[in-house]
Structure formats: C-alpha cells, structure tokens
C-alpha cells in the first residue's frame, strides 16, 4: 500500500512539472534592440573603430566589408615575413604587426550576438631586432546583456566590453628604480575577452 502511494505521488509530480513548464513564461527579444544599441557609444557606429582613414558614412557597409575580405585568407596564413606593400593596401596589412578582422560569436544573453575584433598572427614584430612584440589596442565599447524577463520580453542593461581594434609593435618594458616605464594599462576589471 506505501508504495502505491509512493508512485502516486511520483506521477502527480511528474505531471506538475509537465504542466508548469508549458505554463511557464517564455522570453523574447525587444524588436528595438538594434536601435537600442546603435545609440550607445555615442551614436558611432563600432566599426568605425577599424579605420585609421577612408571611410565615409555612405561607404561604411562597403569599406568594411572590404576590410573583413582582406583578413579572410590572413587567418589561415601564417605571420608575414616581410611587409605588404601598396598605396591601396590599408594599414591594417601594411604595418609591422599585420592584423585582420574576425567575427567573435558572443552569447545569446548579449547583443550584438557577434562583434568583430582585430586579430593577429605575428607575436614579434615584423623585421624588428631585439624583444619587441605585437600587442593590441583595446577600445572599451558599450554593448547590451540580458539582465532578466518581463511581460514577456527579455530586459536589457548597458555593460562595457574591451575589442582589439589594431595591434602596434611593442618595446620591451623597462624597470627604473623598481617602477615600470610604460604607457598606461586597462584598469584592473578589464579588458574582457570575448
């Protein structure tokens, strides 16, 4: 007798678990989260970032695509031995520490869902002597996070993220009287790897 009891109650919870799952609530996406994010970071648009020159707001969809072709066959290749040489070339591959653009898939919980960030395949700097090292340069951006559901739409909050948007030829740090001699570092709660 205990275990019919037993196994009646198991089936009663089972369905109620069956039943509060398909009444449960379930989330969307806002239909302004473009909007929303096109208005942080000052209304700029963050692919701007990867310009040193030459991109105007009519072309930015052009330029840019331009710039994430240029890097295609860069992330299978190996670092350059030498530099590339054109006046047509952008920067991004005539430099000393060639860099190319990949797109990073975040999380469903942020948007934008992919960003692109600067990338490289060089540690040490192209025809460089000595220890010098390619390292980036990170740009904090604002993009949004999930922080919870209501009324059936998924709520959004502001957060800051770091993106390499270059990368530059390094010179080795050097140490005076115990205290380091270098450019300023991110703060201590960033950057953020994506």
């Not at 390499?164 to 010179?171: F, M, T, W």
Request: hydrophobic residues 30%.
């Amino acid at each position: 007798m205990n275990f019919i009891n037993i196994l009646k109650g198991v089936v009663l919870y089972i369905s109620f678990c069956i039943t509060y799952v398909k009444c449960a609530p379930t989330c969307i996406d806002p239909t302004d989260l473009k909007t929303k994010f096109d208005t942080l970071n000052g209304g700029v648009d963050y692919r701007t970032l990867f310009f040193t020159e030459g991109w105007k707001q009519d072309s930015l969809e052009k330029d840019f695509g331009l710039l994430v072709y240029l890097g295609v066959d860069k992330a299978q290749s190996s670092c350059p031995s030498t530099f590339l040489k054109g006046s047509n070339l952008p920067l991004m591959v005539r430099t000393s520490c060639p860099w190319y653009l990949e797109k990073t898939q975040y999380s469903a919980e942020t948007y934008p869902h992919e960003l692109y960030r600067a990338t490289t395949k060089c540690t040490k700097c192209i025809d460089a002597s000595g220890d010098q090292k390619c390292s980036p340069i990170q740009q904090k951006i604002q993009i949004l996070k999930r922080a919870g559901c209501e009324n059936g739409f998924y709520k959004y909050e502001v957060t800051d993220t770091y993106i390499p948007v270059a990368y530059v030829c390094e010179q080795p740090r050097e140490v005076v009287n115990d205290v380091q001699i270098t450019t300023a570092r991110p703060p201590a709660d960033g950057p953020e790897e994506m």
